[in-house]
């Protein structure tokens, strides 16, 4: 058995008011977690999980003897495997703002009058957000170092983020099939999905579970565009090809194609277990995302507060993902934005930026993408390696063949297991990698 | 340790910033952060072997040497080490020059192919050379690139690359005696199967 077995989630309430980046406060909340294996006396194994935009803090075993499903990474963790319970204590939390226990949308407003779910008026939390509840996670659980903290897509952002602003708390940093930040594609395509659900009739602006509606067919269409970007062309024609399902055209919009049929079966599942306002937000999240934002380059940068106006942070939910340039505007940005030539330049801009953000990190890292994930591909996994290595961080970098997408993270790929594994049984670098280095660049520039 | 890799690590100064191109195992890096302080990062291709080097705790990133080191800026390392694989890349001449690019000294290791060995299999028998320094048969082997001591001396003329130091050897057993190494000394190009030089951009002091 390499199960880790029936597990238990546990919540923890925080009393202490939280300041969010976007200068809203949750007066108190609450956080889900579950764990596996045993702290040690020292508490020097402690490894964190971090979650992808649909993840919880159910990563490994099961809810009860019954249960057929396991938790999401449950290859990646259990005794002896990757993340391996028998050595490290592994603790997985939900983030704030998701439907699956920490406080979120669904959850009761305090400042409601009729004790109201907060719905729509959640305030937008941001991965910087989500790593500050992990630190106050952290200090409850009295772990002053995380031994690593690990994430995939999003929650490789997290880990990410926890190098950058807790530099001191993790001794391992592993970005698995992530970005230093979303293209302007990847926003397009949560942009879709977010208009998607925001169109729904059923949405009543996001106070849909008052008005006793759901907008499922919103969060269906949003899962669906979500799907295709984490598989690939060839994944979806080796599992469905053009297969149809009555074997005949049948000239109409109903399912004829085994993929259609897929994708509706995708979304469907999907709607019924997760919140409109928390895919919205997770969404918003994800492009925010930006951890060059907290170490503004002297020359050229522009004030932080200009990236993101004021009255988008601080507005709520529903009126923040409004569409709202107007044609004016969208004129002027595209005449000022970069020619396409000068992409070259702005890509040394960018390697510049995140040599800034992750100059003052201390721990190691390893980052794993997947050949052929094309919603976080290859290339820029290779610019926060690239950042690290010109800044001299202990940096590991597997570049894994396989098949499945951006998916590919969350399967038992023999290469990327082991790497996993042997990067967190690793003897620790001596930290005279980054000082030694880091003194040799300074003597150079 | 593997004989180029102990006479490698001669020529790089303590504490100093080293890339490893090429690093199989890391079993060079590993011996010289523990043994002289030195920090960097390997380059590899080979997955398990890469997956060997992380779990040792090495700083290893996966990349093909043909795609040559534009991600590392220029000086940013002392040393770049190649044992073995200059032979194996598809521009030897353009990648030498990268890599003094990137740092001030390269120690660059390779299979001579003028070794007597490999003349008497090709001069007398016919056939292509299979030895220890070159363990392939002609339609399997990744070094597509063989040259002699000579070749690569008149490339590094070519480009103004200064020789600082040199040693041929015998990668064999009998290379290690006494006569050996000083018939070596006095033919390098006929006795001795590897090569490993240090050579730089700059004039040596």
Redesign the interface.
């Known amino acids: 058995m390499n199960s880790v077995g029936v597990v238990k989630p546990q919540t923890l309430h925080f009393a202490e008011p939280l300041t969010l980046e976007c200068n809203r406060t949750l007066p108190s909340f609450e956080l889900i977690i579950e764990t596996y294996g045993t702290l040690n006396s020292d508490k020097s194994n402690a490894v964190l999980i971090c979650h992808a935009l649909s993840g919880s803090h159910h990563a490994a075993g099961f809810h009860s003897d019954n249960d057929k499903k396991a938790g999401w990474w449950d290859n990646m963790i259990g005794p002896n495997k990757s993340i391996d319970t028998n050595r490290f204590f592994v603790v997985c939390v939900n983030n704030i703002g998701s439907c699956f226990g920490s406080t979120g949308p669904t959850s009761i407003n305090p400042e409601s009058s009729k004790a109201q779910v907060y719905g729509p008026d959640f305030p937008l939390v941001t991965i910087k957000d989500w790593v500050k509840t992990q630190a106050m996670l952290s200090d409850r659980l009295e772990i002053d170092v995380w031994h690593a903290v690990v994430g995939g897509s999003m929650g490789g952002m997290q880990a990410l983020q926890w190098a950058a602003d807790y530099p001191s708390r993790l001794k391992r940093c592993v970005v698995i099939a992530s970005t230093p930040k979303l293209s302007a594609q990847n926003i397009a395509f949560n942009e879709v999905a977010r208009q998607s659900i925001l169109s729904d009739p059923d949405f009543k602006n996001g106070r849909y579970l008052q008005a006793g509606t759901y907008p499922r067919r919103g969060l269906i269409l949003a899962r669906m565009v979500g799907h295709i970007t984490y598989l690939t062309d060839d994944a979806m024609k080796a599992k469905f090809g053009r297969d149809l399902k009555s074997g005949k055209f049948m000239y109409g919009y109903d399912v004829e194609f085994q993929v259609e049929s897929y994708l509706r079966y995708q979304g469907e599942r999907f709607s019924e277990n997760f919140d409109a306002n928390t895919y919205l937000l997770m969404t918003k999240a994800l492009d925010y995302f930006d951890p060059t934002r907290d170490y503004p380059l002297t020359q050229s940068a522009q004030p932080i507060d200009s990236l993101v106006p004021e009255e988008l942070l601080a507005s709520s939910l529903v009126e923040s993902v409004k569409a709202d340039s107007s044609e004016d505007e969208l004129a002027k940005t595209l005449a000022d934005s970069a020619d396409i030539d000068n992409i070259s330049a702005s890509n040394h801009q960018e390697l510049t930026a995140l040599k800034a953000a992750f100059a003052h990190t201390e721990c190691?890292y390893?980052i794993v993408s997947f050949t052929t994930d094309w919603r976080f591909a290859p290339e820029r996994s290779?610019e926060i390696?690239?950042a690290l290595?010109?800044t001299?961080k202990?940096?590991?970098?597997?570049?894994v063949d396989a098949p499945h997408g951006h998916d590919s993270f969350l399967f038992d790929i023999p290469?990327y297991m082991?790497?996993v594994?042997?990067?967190l049984?690793?003897?620790?670098?001596t930290d005279?990698?980054?000082k030694?280095?880091q003194q040799?660049?300074g003597a150079?520039s | 340790m593997r004989m180029d890799h102990q006479l490698a690590e001669r020529w790089i100064a303590p504490?100093?910033?080293v890339l490893d191109l090429g690093c199989g195992n890391g079993e060079l890096l590993a011996h010289l952060?523990q043994n002289r302080?030195v920090?960097?990062?390997g380059l590899e291709i080979d997955?398990d072997k890469?997956?060997?080097?992380?779990?040792?705790?090495?700083?290893?990133?996966?990349q093909d040497l043909n795609d040559g080191l534009a991600?590392?800026?220029d000086?940013?390392?002392?040393t770049v080490v190649m044992a073995r694989a200059l032979q194996a890349v598809k521009s030897p001449d353009v990648l030498l020059l990268d890599m003094l690019r990137v740092a001030r000294e390269a120690v660059i290791t390779f299979p001579n192919f003028a070794h007597w060995q490999n003349r008497i299999h090709l001069g007398l028998k016919g056939i292509m050379p299979v030895s220890e320094a070159l363990p392939y048969e002609w339609y399997n082997t990744p070094n597509i690139h063989l040259c002699t001591f000579k070749d690569f001396e008149k490339l590094c003329a070519q480009h103004d690359i200064h020789i600082i130091n040199r040693f041929a050897v015998s990668d064999s057993e009998k290379g290690h005696s006494s006569l050996m190494t000083a018939l070596i000394r006095r033919a390098p190009n006929l006795l001795a199967d590897v090569a490993i030089y240090r050579v730089s951009k700059q004039k040596p002091e």
Request: net charge neutral; aromatic share 12%.
């Open positions: 190691q390893l290779q390696v690239d290595m010109a001299g202990p940096v590991s970098y597997i570049n290469r082991g790497a594994k042997g990067f049984n690793a003897p620790f670098m005279n990698q980054s030694n280095s040799k660049l150079r | 504490y100093s910033h952060q302080g920090t960097g990062y997955e890469i997956n060997e080097a992380i779990a040792n705790g090495l700083s290893i990133v996966e991600r590392f800026a000086n940013s390392f002392d």
